[in-house]
């Protein structure tokens, strides 16, 4: 049986692909802005690997660094909470390891059981696929959870390794979607994917409490825009 908890919370009017920046999520990243988890410039991210000749990506969105501080550490467990509400599932799954404490918290709080997938199988001991999964979970719900969607890559092969234990995996659910082909190349594999808010939005929000200036808030969405192009041609190419 479903375990969720539904809690009303103030939407903003803006919505893009069914997200919203909420109250928590306002709070969420201008305390990540102040800690430094949130930076803008020139990065690699991990696409760089298979394609270095990728643009560099304008920011960095770094959850790992939320959990050294008390007073923003939960927000992201209160956002992905809300949005699970859409969700039907029995166990909820991370991709390690960025998110890791966030959906150990929120697992707790749903009451839910909660397994890690791993892109390949452990190399000693139990030799797991997935850790956490038991032989009476064939056949559950999982849910899979990530911080940020780029290029769906690692998602994609998480999923799919939740299959092969014998999980059922129809929804991804992530904080924040960049918006360069990542739901895209998910959603032709037949996932349902739920993101909390966009870059964009998060962008629009920064500049209008003048957390970031016109210069800042323009090169960052033409940027992204420009991955969003190359990756699409990418995309083209393969299809």
Same mark, same amino acid.
């Given at each position: 049986? $479903?375990? @969720?908890?539904?809690?009303? =919370?103030?939407?903003? &009017? ?7 920046? /909420? *109250?928590?999520? %306002?709070? *969420? ?14 990065? !690699?991210? $991990?696409?760089?690997?298979?394609? &270095?000749?990728? #643009?560099?990506? +304008? ?7 939320? =959990? ?7 927000? #992201? ?18 991709? #390690?390891?960025?998110?890791? #404490? ?14 890690? &997938? =791993?892109?390949? +199988? ?12 038991? +032989?009476?979970?064939?056949? %559950? $719900?999982?849910?899979? @959870? ?16 939740? !299959? !092969? ?17 990542? =739901? ?13 808010? /966009?870059?964009? *939005? ?9 957390? @970031?200036? %016109?210069?800042?808030?323009?090169? /960052? ?19």
């Amino acid at each position: 049986m $479903t375990t @969720i908890i539904e809690q009303n =919370r103030q939407k903003e &009017p803006q919505e893009i692909n069914g997200s919203y920046l /909420t *109250l928590e999520g %306002k709070k *969420l990243v201008v305390g990540m802005l102040r800690l430094g988890a949130i930076r803008f410039g020139d990065f !690699k991210w $991990t696409y760089h690997n298979a394609y &270095p000749n990728a #643009p560099l990506a +304008p920011m960095y969105f770094e959850l790992r660094m939320i =959990r050294r501080d008390s007073t923003i550490r939960n927000l #992201p467990v209160d956002i992905l909470q809300d949005k699970l509400v859409q969700v039907g599932f029995n166990m909820v799954a991370d991709v #390690p390891t960025a998110i890791t #404490p966030t959906v150990a918290v929120l697992a707790e709080r749903l009451r839910a059981g909660m397994v890690s &997938p =791993r892109m390949e +199988p452990k190399k000693k001991g139990s030799s797991a696929l997935v850790d956490g999964f038991l +032989p009476e979970d064939k056949g %559950k $719900t999982v849910v899979l @959870i990530d911080d940020v969607l780029s290029r769906g890559d690692s998602k994609l092969v998480l999923a799919e390794n939740l !299959k !092969k234990v014998g999980a059922v995996v129809k929804d991804i659910v992530i904080l924040m979607d960049y918006e360069i082909g990542g =739901r895209s190349i998910l959603e032709k594999s037949g996932y349902i994917v739920h993101s909390s808010f /966009t870059a964009k *939005l998060m962008l629009d929000y920064f500049y209008s409490i003048g957390k @970031i200036d %016109k210069e800042e808030y323009e090169r /960052t969405l033409n940027r992204l825009l420009q991955m969003a192009n190359f990756f699409e041609g990418i995309d083209r190419e393969a299809s």
